[in-house]
């Protein structure tokens, strides 16, 4: 229909008719899916013979018009202008009524015939504007809604509107306020997004363009707060709240009450931003103005509760509640409150339950459970209910308030139910179960099982198992199964029948009870399953799996890998999956096809089959290869995979050894002195580089010499041969290692020179051997292994003793003594705990590699901010502390630069030594060290402690500025203020390390004591 059809509006409002009681005066454009809900609401009042509709449309496009013209013949068009007061008053225009009604489309009145009543009172003559209640919803279930007061009805008496955005109506006193008429505002909720940005773009514009004129307008900047906050622009909200607010807190009492309703909107801002200290400040501003204001109350708690004042946030509740039953129940009417938010079902009941678990915090259950009563059940209150009566041990109102709920809030009763079940005692459990047993639900026979007598428990748990199906439960019924624990055919039969995915959830489910973890594991342990039994491998995998997975979960994974039983159980894992998936694929294209497989697990188990295969071809190379891939497609297993890889790799590096110490033996190299063949081997691990050293020496002496490291550190040292033992976590495979080396080089190395009281088997047991065969073998002691206390304090006050146990070192002296006629020390310290063990003792200086370490090219001595360098080790033993308080000392003083070298490998520590101008080593010890000597022939000047003791064992050249705890700090003050002493020392540094520590000097040494015993 054209708008030719409407009446156009004229100039001037149509004459009263004192027939008509009530004008319904509407404005609308494009509500078709609001204008029907609206008029069927008001049908009994429009139907009145003294009541009148009139709507003016704006310029629908849909079916707004067709709508309304079901309900009136009065429907008006007038083009819109951008000014809702100028709307407003054209549809009063045409009002003929004695009172006057305004509604939108996205509203519905919910009191008809309460509004027709009011027509009809008598009293209602001496009023000339009356006020109901508006619940605007904000919730897509309408649960939440904001209440606030509206001035509906007025007095057809020149009455009209005024504001362009929030037409204000321009009401007459006196007024009735009525408070059980309500209107239904869904204008707040549309689903209609397009909509609703629609409303948006053009009520800010139209706030904008009002603040233009009136830049200070409160109830302007007010209503621009609200629509940023509507469409989601909580700092533009906030922005606009607190404007208004610092326009209001300029004005007098009256003017700040009568605007009460802008306190609440920066409070309810600044909560969104997280301002809570500043909305705490403006809630009590406003409750002082006016202490009836609920809303502010409501977030006066949010905002302690948010600042972690529980106590306040308690006591504001309180009075929250307080109002909402005055308000509520009471009947209370606050005129000086337009506009409520917080009067819905839903605030009290989340007051309510914030309340209840303060209560249930300070463990006072009774009170709890008092207030819980008068929350609805949604789920939080459930959750809470159900760990108050727990707690209060209610256990028949437990089972009452689970009867009394909803089909659909059942099942999340019962999962909070069995969480904390959970943390309950036995005796709790089982009277849990008698509550709850009796009934026909499958909760109710679940907890039948639990009930039942030990003896019985398992022909329940088949009973129900018999009734339901386990691949459709919920996990919580798992819990069935832990009473066929220790009937392992029932158990296995009734596992037979499930998915593997379900196996696989229920054991973690029974694993996840500490008190299962050692049944399960016997089970898996101790069951016996035929290659050929299909459904068994597959039981067997899915338990496994579940059990290996979670105790890595559970435990750290070394801790895992190092139990016996988890290996056990992961080489079961692995042969039940290889006989599990012969069932599904042919083994003789496995190879072809694995990569392709997209089950992850059976691709592993396809990996692991390689593996196998290629171990029995003796193929170590392309077992390594598959066991990489294994463990990057399989990574869950890879803790295990790369223990497993680590002892391949073991084995392959004991074959090589083998290897090598073969062919040492049919080289049979003559020394230069043709005094026979001399083939030596140093073990069992590396001290200071010291074995690579000396073997390197020896072999620059044309002697056919090996190093072998059974306990290679981070420092990465160079030997001949390295086997790490602590990677072979398997004790006895440990020993068939060392066993198999051990006899080789047996036949092979007529000199063993053994370092730091070890050798080549465990408990020194090869001792005995080789003596009896006649081998010539030497110990090389280096310190901490041999040094007592009660000695070394009497050598040196300072020094700190790392095995304390001087019985212990005694017996291994005395052993060692016993097989070993022959024993090496660096220096006279050490001569003092060795000399009454052994028939000879002699002094084999440490060994340098002086091609290595040597003054850097690239190297200039700063004389300016020098660098000093500490590299400790083991800082307790090396004084570090003292050294470090020192340097802090110092820095006050002087400009240099301090490095700590710790963690790193031999390598890149040389490299920091290369660019130091001083080098600290021990300053407690009493002797040098390694540091020392490799600091020296780097040319570099050395500070180190060394007791008088051990300077007259010392060659009297040895440049080293000795210095202790008490005089650290004056000699590196000395090295710092004297640049040409640093370069001098690092010459006689590098000279004396020539001297007395070449590699090649010494080894020649030391082959004169094999060959001629000194």
């Not at 007025?154 to 005024?162: A, G, L, P, S, V």
């Not at 041990?393 to 079940?421: C, G, N, Q």
């Not at 624990?485 to 596992?495: A, D, G, H, K, P």
Request: glycine share 4%.
């Amino acid at each position: 229909m054209s708008y030719n059809h409407y009446l156009t509006f004229g100039v001037g409002r149509l004459t009263m008719d004192k027939k008509i009681k009530l004008s319904i005066c509407m404005i609308v454009k494009d509500e078709e899916k609001n204008l029907g809900r609206c008029l069927v609401s008001m049908r009994s009042l429009i139907s009145r013979p003294d009541v009148e509709l009139i709507i003016v449309d704006t310029g629908s496009t849909d079916k707004t018009i067709e709508i309304a013209q079901r309900y009136t013949p009065a429907v008006y068009f007038h083009e819109w202008n951008g000014n809702f007061s100028d709307m407003r008053n054209i549809s009063i225009s045409y009002a003929k009524g004695e009172w006057l009604f305004i509604i939108d489309a996205d509203e519905e009145l919910q009191d008809p015939e309460k509004l027709g009543l009011l027509l009809d009172r008598p009293e209602l003559p001496q009023f000339n504007t009356v006020v109901i209640r508006v619940k605007n919803f904000i919730s897509s279930d309408y649960s939440v809604f904001v209440v606030n007061k509206s001035e509906r009805l007025f007095r057809n008496n020149e009455f009209c509107y005024q504001g362009s955005v929030h037409n204000q109506p321009q009401f007459q006193a006196p007024i009735l306020f009525i408070t059980d008429v309500f209107i239904k505002h869904y204008g707040y909720n549309s689903d209609d997004a397009e909509l609703m940005e629609k409303k948006f773009k053009r009520t800010s514009e139209l706030l904008i363009n009002e603040l233009k004129r009136d830049p200070d307008n409160i109830y302007y900047h007010f209503q621009l707060s609200r629509t940023y906050s509507m469409h989601d622009d909580l700092k533009e909200a906030f922005d606009e709240a607190t404007y208004a607010y610092a326009l209001l807190k300029e004005k007098d009492a009256k003017t700040q009450a009568k605007y009460i309703y802008v306190f609440n909107e920066f409070v309810r801002t600044a909560c969104l931003l997280g301002k809570f200290e500043e909305a705490i400040e403006v809630c009590l501003k406003g409750l002082s103005i006016n202490q009836n204001y609920i809303d502010l109350q409501y977030y006066l708690a949010l905002c302690y509760e948010k600042l972690g004042n529980e106590v306040l946030a308690y006591e504001s509740r309180i009075q929250f509640l307080n109002l909402h039953n005055k308000f509520t129940q009471d009947g209370f009417e606050d005129n000086g409150l337009i506009e409520l938010y917080k009067l819905d079902d839903y605030s009290k009941g989340e007051v309510l339950f914030k309340i209840a678990h303060f209560h249930y915090n300070k463990g006072e259950i009774e009170k709890s459970e008092e207030y819980l009563q008068n929350v609805d059940d949604y789920e939080p209150k459930v959750r809470l209910y159900t760990r108050v009566l727990i707690d209060g041990k209610k256990y028949t109102r437990l089972r009452e308030y689970y009867d009394s709920l909803p089909e659909e809030r059942k099942d999340r009763f019962i999962a909070d139910l069995e969480m904390h079940r959970n943390a309950l005692d036995k005796q709790a459990q089982d009277q849990l179960a008698l509550a709850f047993m009796e009934g026909k639900e499958i909760y109710n026979k679940f907890n039948k099982v639990r009930a039942a007598d030990p003896d019985r428990a398992w022909v329940e748990a088949k009973q129900f198992l018999s009734e339901h199906n386990m691949d459709e439960l919920p996990l919580l019924y798992s819990d069935v199964f832990a009473s066929l624990l220790l009937n392992t055919i029932i158990l296995w039969q009734e596992l037979k029948k499930l998915k593997s995915s379900t196996i696989r959830n229920i054991v973690k489910q029974l694993y996840d009870d500490a008190g299962n973890r050692n049944a399960l594991s016997e089970l898996i342990l101790n069951i016996k399953i035929r290659p050929d039994d299909y459904q068994g491998n597959r039981i067997y995998i899915s338990t496994a799996y579940v059990l290996i997975v979670a105790a890595l979960e559970l435990h750290k994974t070394k801790i895992v890998e190092a139990q016996p039983e988890f290996r056990r159980i992961f080489e079961g894992y692995v042969e039940k999956g290889i006989n599990y998936i012969q069932y599904l694929y042919q083994m003789e294209r496995i190879r072809l096809i694995y990569k392709t497989v997209e089950n992850t697990e059976e691709q592993f188990f396809m990996l692991m089959y390689l593996y196998d295969q290629a171990i029995q071809a003796k193929n170590r190379k392309v077992a390594i290869k598959y066991m990489g891939e294994a463990t990057s497609f399989y990574p869950v297993m890879s803790p295990f995979l790369k223990q497993k890889a680590k002892e391949l790799t073991i084995e392959l590096q004991k074959e090589n050894i083998i290897w090598d110490i073969e062919t040492v033996s049919k080289q049979g190299h003559v020394n230069d002195n043709g005094e026979g063949s001399l083939t030596v081997l140093h073990g069992a691990i590396e001290i200071a580089n010291q074995m690579n050293h000396l073997v390197t020496g020896l072999k620059n002496q044309n002697v056919n010499a090996r190093s072998l490291n059974y306990y290679p550190s981070y420092l990465s040292y160079q030997n001949d041969y390295a086997l790490d033992l602590s990677e072979i976590k398997d004790e006895q495979r440990k020993q068939q290692e060392q066993e198999a080396i051990f006899e080789k080089a047996m036949d092979c190395f007529n000199v063993f020179h053994f370092h730091y009281g070890t050798s080549m088997l465990p408990g020194l047991a090869d001792l005995p051997l080789l003596r009896q065969a006649g081998k010539k073998v030497v110990m090389h002691h280096w310190g901490s292994d041999v040094r007592m206390e009660s000695i070394a304090k009497k050598l040196n006050p300072f020094i700190q003793v790392k095995n304390q146990n001087e019985e212990q070192i005694k017996r291994l002296l005395s052993y060692l003594g016993e097989q070993i006629d022959h024993c090496f020390v660096a220096d006279a310290e050490l001569y003092e705990y060795v000399k009454d063990y052994y028939k000879n003792v002699s002094f084999v200086r440490q060994a340098i590699d002086t091609t290595v370490y040597q003054p850097s090219e690239d190297f200039v001595p700063r004389n300016i901010k020098p660098t000093i360098v500490h590299a400790p080790t083991s800082p307790e033993f090396k004084g570090t502390k003292y050294i470090l308080q020192a340097i802090e000392n110092l820095k006050i003083k002087y400009d240099f630069t301090f490095t700590l070298v710790q963690n790193t490998s031999h390598e890149e520590a040389k490299k920091i030594y290369q660019h130091a101008d001083i080098i600290v080593d021990q300053i407690l010890g009493g002797s040098h060290g390694l540091l020392s000597l490799e600091a020296m022939a780097m040319g570099k000047p050395v500070i180190c402690y060394l007791t008088d003791f051990m300077k007259e064992f010392y060659p009297q050249e040895l440049p080293i500025v000795s210095a202790s705890p008490e005089t650290i700090e004056a000699r590196i003050e000395m090295l710092l203020k004297d640049f040409e002493l640093r370069k001098e020392l690092g010459v006689r540094g590098r000279k004396y390390v020539e001297t007395y520590h070449d590699l090649n000097k010494v080894s020649s040494a030391l082959k004169d004591i094999y060959l001629h015993g000194e």
